[in-house]
């Protein structure tokens, strides 16, 4: 994984290198030159308990831990024909452990999954014409861990309204991904499923942003993706009503729809209000609703304070039983409770702060935020997550 990471950051500093170094052809134009726009630096802690595991047939241990860290780097500069060419990359790392994995081979404390890091570097690279008010933009992202590897790649375009009220755009996107084939211990020797085994994602995702007044802005969004290949995971236990047990089997293709309204109320120069609303169906059974709402104060021009409220109903895909519930004659069984009937809410607040001067008196350190949040759904699982990001502009 280490070797995957360095190549990753290697290729990154060289296109990097050789984005800088085609501007100096263009010297001649200073306004022109390359500039660091941006480095937003963000680290989160995420802890997590229940008794629903998927890796022991939907009961035992949850406990999870996950430390992850972002970085990402913008560089732009203008062309000759006042178009702005921007490079972002990013680099992520988390770093997790699952008691619940360490359940594949409860033999050893070794088994995958069980103390992991995941790294994802990626890198975009968008022109905007501001004159036309359009953007196109390229993605290109890998992402690797103990068992799975992704390779992924975007493409985008947005269009901005002549009077800047109003703005479309588009994004396709795919994945291509390995998992390593890795069975519960037990079910390894009447199995000859070896090597790895494919999952890909291809989706295409639709935004339009509308100013209505001058307090109020509405965002529609929508989504289709489709999925193919290994998505059952092949260490997840399903227990049947006669005691026996296999690996959890799910169909190899899936459908999923989502839509979503965004709405965000400027109530005076120190409250805004932003509600959010989201519509989830698949083809396996599962549909669902989210609903947020996020009431940022500004206490004084540098100081605000942001509490958040987050509710979510599931209605659970046909293929979920419990623990020694499903029957032999199924074609497909999971007791992922992930893929249950369930409901959760998530509560918290952010604050931020960005005084003009900068923090500590350094006018690029520019802004400095704290996020908590508390999360707990109705099968029992609780987690809490604190995140913090540093912006330097």
């Known amino acids: 994984m280490l070797r995957i990471s360095l190549a990753a950051l290697g290729i990154y500093i ?46 035992g241990t949850e406990k999870l831990t996950d430390f992850a860290t972002t970085i990402d780097v913008k560089f732009s500069r203008y062309d000759s024909r006042n178009r702005k060419h921007t490079l972002t990359g990013e680099v992520g790392i988390d770093v997790y452990s699952s008691a619940s994995s360490d359940k594949i081979d409860p033999n050893t404390i070794s088994s995958a999954s069980s103390g992991d890091k995941r790294i994802y570097p990626s890198l975009t690279y968008a022109i905007t014409n501001e004159d036309k008010g359009s953007t196109v933009s390229i993605n290109g992202s890998i992402s690797t861990e103990f068992d799975y590897f992704s390779k992924g790649l975007s493409l985008g375009w947005s269009k901005l309204s002549k009077d800047k009220n109003r703005e479309f755009s588009v994004k396709g996107q795919v994945f291509l991904d390995t998992w390593t084939v890795i069975l519960p211990i037990e079910l390894r020797a009447s199995s000859n499923r070896k090597g790895t085994e494919p999952r890909n994602t291809y989706s295409a995702a639709f935004t339009l942003s509308q100013v209505l007044t001058k307090r109020l802005q509405i965002l529609l969004l929508a989504d289709v993706a489709y999925q193919e290949g290994q998505l059952a995971t092949l260490y997840h236990r399903t227990y049947f009503t006669n005691g026996s047990h296999k690996i959890e089997n799910l169909p190899d293709t899936r459908l999923k729809v989502p839509i979503g309204l965004r709405l965000n109320y400027f109530l005076g120069d120190r409250f805004i209000i932003r509600t959010y609303y989201r519509y989830y169906k698949d083809n396996w059974g599962l549909s669902a609703h989210t609903v947020e709402l996020e ?22 895909v046909k293929y979920f039983a419990r623990y020694e519930q499903h029957v032999m004659s199924e074609e497909f069984y999971t007791s992922d409770y992930d893929l249950s009937t369930l409901t959760s809410n998530m509560m918290g607040a952010g604050i931020r702060y960005a005084p003009p001067g900068g923090l500590m008196n350094i006018s690029k350190f520019n802004t400095l935020e704290l996020r908590y949040g508390h999360y707990k759904r109705s099968t029992g699982l609780t987690a809490n997550i604190i995140t913090l990001l540093v912006k330097i502009k």
């Open 14 to 59: 060289s296109t990097l290198a050789g984005f800088s170094q085609s501007l100096q052809d263009t010297s001649a134009y200073k306004n022109r030159k390359l500039k660091l726009e941006e480095v937003n630096f963000v680290s989160s802690y995420y802890k997590q308990d229940g008794n629903n595991s998927a890796v022991t047939g939907g009961i």
């Open 295 to 316: 009431t940022p104060i500004k206490i004084t021009p540098f100081f605000s304070i942001s509490p958040f409220y987050r509710y979510y109903n599931q209605q659970g």
